[in-house]
């Protein structure tokens, strides 16, 4: 696991010192801009990450008992998958990289739910839950910019909104389903450095998004009772939730030169909503 971890981070390192292919994992990022991609220093967040992994290594290194043959294949494998993603993308091979992103995530997937099994403590879960956050975050980005290398940018706008409903789901199941609030920084982190290179109304809609959620798209995928609301008057601004997101896409939409109709709305209908676009 060791050398796993420590050809992982000797490859992204060297990538961007030597560099890969003549050109950084930044510079990559550059040639195309979409709505999704974030300030550089958001990148820092890699730092970060690496160390908590040690941090977690040298921790399972100690309470040997934590460590199974699948957990330890399960990070040997995102490790793997890591380096790969770095030469994908370093070398142009952007619709590869989403491949390798997107096993990486289910891998990390996996690795959150392993994690839980074999360890209740809540620290142990920290590494997990910043690497697994950023990556869904960096495949969403990664995605976006695979759309501008086509040259679908008419649909930036409208894909990026339904990227944003996905992630904001995605962090719910976390949040309120696992009890996780390291997750949702890592959302909040991503999308306060899209304001840098976007729009501060853009911001405040993922803010707010990241960390509460779209309660009426998470209504639909479990059942309302099996939210557990610690607060019970939290659940009486759900529908304050809703229009909040609404009003900001439409602010969006005007931001980008979209028109943006959302329709049937209301959590309580329970129905998604209707979405149609004027280009």
């Known amino acids: 696991m060791y050398l796993a971890y420590f050809v992982m981070v000797a490859v992204n390192a060297f990538a961007n010192i030597l560099p890969l292919n003549g050109v950084t994992t930044g510079e990559v990022s550059n040639r195309y801009q979409t709505l999704f991609t974030p ?13 908590l992994l040690l941090i977690w290594l040298i ?20 490790s793997v998958l890591n380096a790969l993603w770095i030469f994908m993308w370093h070398f142009s091979f952007i619709f590869l990289s989403i491949i390798v992103m997107l096993l990486l995530l289910f891998t990390l ?14 620290l ?12 869904f975050v960096a495949t969403i980005a990664n995605i976006c910019y695979y759309l501008s290398v086509l040259g679908w940018t008419s649909f930036e706008s ?12 995605f962090v719910l199941v976390f949040r ?24 501060f109304a853009c911001t405040a809609c993922c803010l707010y998004s990241a960390y509460h959620g779209n309660s009426h ?14 607060n019970p008057n939290r659940s009486r601004n759900f529908y304050s939730y809703w229009d909040f997101l ?11 030169g979209t028109t943006c109709f959302l329709r049937d709305t209301t959590p309580a209908s329970f129905v998604l909503p209707s979405i149609s676009f004027t280009l």
């Open 109 to 122: 997937l996996l690795f959150y739910a392993y994690q839980k099994q074999i360890s209740k403590r809540r």
């Open 246 to 256: 609404m009003n900001y896409f439409e602010k969006i939409s005007v931001n980008t």
């Open 158 to 169: 409208f894909l990026s909104i339904l990227l944003l409903i996905l992630a904001s789901a």
């Open 59 to 78: 921790g399972m290194t100690i309470k040997r008992t934590f460590v199974t043959e699948q957990l330890a294949f399960i990070f040997i494998t995102s």
């Open 176 to 199: 309120y389903k696992e009890n996780d609030f390291v997750l949702p920084l890592v959302f909040v982190w991503a999308f306060v450095g899209y304001f840098y290179s976007r729009s």
């Open 39 to 51: 300030a550089g220093y958001v990148f820092s967040i890699w730092g970060l990450i690496y160390v």
């Open 124 to 135: 142990w879960h920290v590494p997990i839950s910043v690497y697994l956050g950023w990556i």
């Open 217 to 230: 798209f998470y209504a639909q995928l479990v059942p309302f009772e099996a939210i557990p609301i610690k």
